[in-house]
C-alpha cells in the first residue's frame, strides 16, 4: 500500500512539475482532478483547506502537494512529493542556465541580457499591480506597501523581515481598533 | 576586452553562504513571491549578481516550467558555483517549507480558525507588496533611460497588468522585439568598452 501510494503521488506530482508554467497556479486544477476526483486521496473539503494553509505558509504554494502527501504516507510522502514536485522542473532549469552562463560575453548573449531586463521589469511592475487590486486596494494597504518600499529603498541593507513583523503588527492593532 | 559581464563577485561565494541565504529566503517569504525577496538578498545586499545578471534569470524562470523561486535559485545557484550550487539553492529553498508544511499538516484546523491571524497575515501580504515594488524600483533604475527599453517595459507592463494576457505569451512575443531594438546600443557599448 506504501509503495503504492508513494508511486502514485510521483506518477501525478512529476508531470504537473513539468506542467506548472508560470507558477503553481496552473497546477491547481489538473491536481485536484487527479487528488480527489480520480484517487480520493482527499476529501474537497481538505483540498480546499489546504489551498487556504498554503496562502499563509512560506515557500511555494505547490507546495499543496507535499500535504496530501502528508495525508497519504507522512514524511516519506512529503519527502516524495517535494522531489517529484521540483526536481523535474529544477533540472530543466538548470540545463537552460547553464547553456546561458556558457556564453556569457558574446554579443547575442549581452543583447538578449540587454533585451531580457525591460521584459522582466514589466512583469515585476505589473505582478505588484495586479497584486495590489486583488488585495482589494485599500488604504492601510497602500500605505504599508509604499512605506515598505520606501524604507527599503532608501536603505540597501536592511532586512525585510523586521518590516514583515512590523507589518503583521500594525495590521492586528488595526484589527482590534475595527479599522481594517 | 574580453569579457562583458564580469560579476561583482570576485571572491567564490560559499555553499554554506548559499544555503544559509537562500534557507532563510525560503523560510521568511510568506504568502508565495519569493522573487524580490531573492533578488534582494543575492542583488541589493549582498553583490553576488547585478541586476544584468539577474533580471534575465528572473524572466527565464517565469517562462520555463516549476515554480518560479525554485527556478531562480537553480539559476543563482548556477551562476555561482555550477551544479552544486544549484543543488544546493534548491536544496536549501525548499528546506524550510519542507519541515513547515508538516507542522501545518497537523496544526491546520486549529490555526485556520482564529481571525486574529487572518489579520496579521493580510499586513505581512501588504508589507510584502513593498517589497515587490522596491524590487520593480530597482529594477527600473538598472534599466536605464533609453526610449526603447522604457516603451517595452510599458507595453509588457500594460500587456500583463491592464490586458491580463498570459505572461509566457507576453514574454515570448515582447523578448525579441526588446532583444532587436537593443541590439545597436549593444554593439555600441562593446565597441566603445568592455564593461557595460
Known sequence: ?180 | MTSQNSSPHTKAVSLFELYSCFFWIGMMSFGGGLMPWIQREVVTRRNWLTNEEFLPGMAMSQVLPGVNSTNVAVYVGQHLRGAAGSITALAAILSGPFIMVMIAAVSYEFVLGIKFIQAAAAGVAAAALGMMLTTAISAIRSCGLNIAPICIMIVTFILIGIVHMSLVTVVLIMTPISVLLSWPRTIKASEDKPDA
Open chain 1, 1 to 180: 500500500m506504501r509503495e503504492n501510494n508513494l508511486i502514485g503521488l510521483m506518477i501525478v506530482l512529476a508531470p504537473l512539475s513539468l506542467a506548472s508554467v508560470g507558477g503553481a497556479t496552473a497546477i491547481y486544477a489538473p491536481l485536484q482532478h487527479e487528488a480527489v476526483e480520480l484517487r480520493q486521496w482527499v476529501t474537497p473539503q481538505e483540498f480546499l483547506n489546504y489551498f487556504t494553509i498554503m496562502r499563509f505558509m512560506p515557500g511555494p504554494s505547490s507546495m499543496l502537494g507535499a500535504l496530501i502527501g502528508w495525508k497519504l504516507e507522512g514524511f516519506w510522502g512529503v519527502l516524495v512529493a517535494t522531489l517529484s514536485l521540483y526536481a523535474p522542473s529544477s533540472l530543466v532549469c538548470f540545463i537552460v542556465a547553464r547553456s546561458w552562463s556558457r556564453f556569457a560575453g558574446k554579443p547575442w548573449h549581452t543583447a538578449m541580457q540587454r533585451g531580457l531586463m525591460p521584459v522582466a521589469t514589466g512583469l515585476v511592475s505589473a505582478g505588484v499591480w495586479n497584486l495590489f487590486q486583488l488585495s482589494g486596494g485599500s488604504l492601510p494597504y497602500a500605505a504599508m506597501m509604499i512605506g515598505v518600499a520606501i524604507a527599503l529603498t532608501i536603505s540597501k541593507k536592511l532586512h525585510p523581515t523586521p518590516l514583515l513583523i512590523a507589518g503583521a503588527l500594525v495590521f492586528e492593532g488595526l484589527y482590534l481598533v475595527d479599522l481594517l
